[in-house]
């Protein structure tokens, strides 16, 4: 049965039923393969295949290389080879392989042969197997590349072979086909590193060890002191600004250099001046050498370039000589604080304050007060310094004066000495009770008295002076045969009566003053004052108080009081007659007008 006609190349064909052809097999083109190929499943040829009628599926011929190709349908009736694997691939015993290829359905078959050509992977092939560069520890910079690698490989481009630095180096890496510097070699001293270089190609199966030796050039040189340590010494009492000493050093490059003092040092950059660039050690601004403070200084230092440090230290050590010297007043108290006492009694010791700069034993220390005015209040013993009352002192006497200065002088076996001042204050001791003259102790009270009006002045002083002469008054007890006292006293001494009051006639009162100063402890004395109510307010003849009750002053209020009382019902009954009146008037008034209305 005849279907269709169709034209291939020019030519007519009469399609069948049946019929398969297969159109592009045998190859007419080279299909090659890598005997080390690894980039897989790798496509290597669609096999053309057409059937009018027939499903028809497409197999590789079981041969000795079929299991490492692979044939999948790929659709439009193309069938595509593929590799899937290269080990049983050897160009040096089967240059070529023929694929025969199977296609059709269980009563009809066509078969086709693929020649697939296997190539040979050869290895890389390197310019330079053995490469030396040279490079500059100043100038050669991280990332820089400092070699390239050249290479003939017929069968990879550049971009299919690998780089690795076997083992890995922590100073070079690499990038594309190129060797790069990772670190600052600066500080170096090394002078030659060597790494060596594994090549592979895009196969992996063939690589290649290069060793490469990199030379360092332009190492810097260490700068170096000429000595490792040096002493000096200079007498006591030298001040700075001093030149002690130039601490000589090189550097091998001519770098200038800088010195410094070692980290660990203790205070000596408070006390000498070291510069940097030259190496001068001063001893300071306003320093000076005391031999029996410091007898030796020791100055660690070390040195560096602009680029590393030296870890050899330089160490100069600083010896101080005695010098006689005199002794030395410290830490005197500018002044000493004293309470008045009697001849003898202990002010102060000034011995702890005097050194000798010479460490002479404190018996070879004397001591005087030097002659003033106020020198001869004072005593003080020659070896121990203790200073003492020469005499009595009495601060409240106004012929003394209660702060003295004095000059104290030290003075050692060799004759030298020296002199301080010192002040001396002297406080007061409340040793004085205050003193009253009251003039006069029996007063006479009269019945107008006014309140806060003095009765009586209590002159009353304390030899003492400052807050021990300041005096205080208080009434004790109570008025005699009274339940409460009607006097009172102020902060001057003046003596009055609280309340104005009426007593019987020659009435007596009996009131103590305690009067105290305000020193510790206080000192105190009482001034009892008799205060007689002697004249009467009315000529009213009367034995007793008892049977004359009206001439007391509760019997006048009394009746003054009953009289206003009386006074005031009397007023208000006044008031309510008037009102009656003016009622009664106004009631008759109006009583006369209606019987005026009722007549009409």
């Known amino acids: 049965m005849l279907y269709i006609f169709v034209f291939i190349f020019g030519t007519s064909l009469t399609l069948v039923r049946g019929y398969i052809e297969i159109s592009n097999l045998p190859n007419t083109w080279p299909v090659s393969v890598h005997e080390s190929e690894t980039d897989v499943p790798l496509f290597l040829y669609s096999v053309r295949v057409y059937s009018p009628d027939v499903t028809m599926t497409c197999t590789l011929v079981t041969s000795t290389f079929s299991p490492d190709f692979t044939i999948t349908d790929a659709g439009n009736y193309n069938w595509d080879i593929k590799l899937k694997s290269s080990t049983t691939l050897d160009e040096s015993t089967n240059p070529s392989i023929n694929l025969s290829v199977s296609c059709g359905d269980t009563s009809n078959q066509k078969t086709g042969i693929l020649t697939v050509t296997v190539i040979e992977n050869v290895k890389p092939v390197f310019t330079d197997l053995t490469p030396e560069v040279d490079i500059s520890a100043q100038t050669t910079r991280v990332g820089q590349v400092i070699y390239t690698f050249e290479f003939t490989d017929p069968d990879s481009s550049s971009s299919s072979l690998t780089y690795a630095i076997v083992p890995p180096s922590s100073v070079f890496n690499i990038s594309g086909e190129s060797l790069v510097l990772s670190t600052d070699l600066s500080k170096t001293k090394t002078t030659s590193y060597s790494v060596t270089v594994e090549v592979r190609d895009e196969e992996l199966g063939n690589q290649q060890s290069i060793p490469v030796t990199i030379n360092v050039n332009d190492i810097n040189a260490i700068p170096e002191f000429i000595k490792t340590s040096d002493t000096k010494a200079f007498p006591e009492m030298t001040k700075g600004r001093k030149l002690l000493y130039t601490i000589g050093h090189s550097d091998g490059n001519g770098d200038d250099v800088q010195i410094t003092y070692v980290t660990t040092n203790t205070n000596n950059d408070l006390f000498f001046d070291l510069v940097p660039s030259t190496g001068e050690v001063y001893l300071l601004d306003g320093m000076e050498f005391n031999y029996e403070t410091v007898s030796s200084y020791t100055l660690a230092v070390q040195i560096e370039d602009w680029l590393e440090m030296q870890s050899t230290q330089f160490i100069l050590t600083i010896q101080v000589t005695d010098v006689p010297e005199g002794p030395w007043w410290t830490d005197v108290p500018a002044t000493l604080t004293k309470d008045e006492a009697s001849k003898g009694v202990l002010v102060g010791q000034l011995s702890s304050f005097c050194d000798d700069f010479d460490n002479m034993p404190p018996d070879n220390i004397t001591y005087a007060i030097l002659f003033s005015a106020e020198s001869a209040y ?223």
Do not use: H
């Open 378 to 600: 004072f005593a003080i013993d020659n070896y121990s310094g203790i200073v003492t009352f020469a005499q009595d002192f009495d601060y409240d006497d106004p012929n003394l004066a209660n702060a003295l200065n004095l000059t104290i002088r030290c003075s050692d076996i060799n004759g030298f000495s020296a002199d301080t001042f010192l002040q001396v204050i002297v406080n007061d001791v409340n040793d004085n009770a205050p003193i009253c003259a009251p003039k006069p102790k029996s007063l006479s009270l009269r019945y107008d008295q006014q309140v806060n009006t003095p009765l009586s002045f209590l002159d009353c002083t304390d030899k003492d002076s400052t807050v021990n002469a300041e005096l205080d008054y208080n009434i004790i007890g109570l008025a005699k045969g009274y339940s409460k006292t009607y006097f009172q006293v102020d902060s001057g001494g003046n003596v009055s009566i609280s309340k104005t009051f009426a007593m019987d006639f020659n009435t007596s009162f009996f009131v103590t003053i305690k009067v105290k100063d305000r020193g510790t402890p206080s000192l105190s004395i009482t001034v009892t004052l008799t205060i007689t109510y002697t004249e009467k307010p009315w000529n009213i003849t009367y034995t007793k108080v008892d049977e004359c009750f009206i001439c007391t002053t509760s019997a006048i209020s009394l009746l003054a009081a009953l009289g206003l009382f009386a006074l005031s019902v009397t007023i208000c009954l006044l008031y309510l007659l008037i009102l009656k009146c003016a009622y009664d008037i106004e009631r008759r008034k109006m009583a006369k007008a209606f019987a005026k209305k009722e007549k009409r």
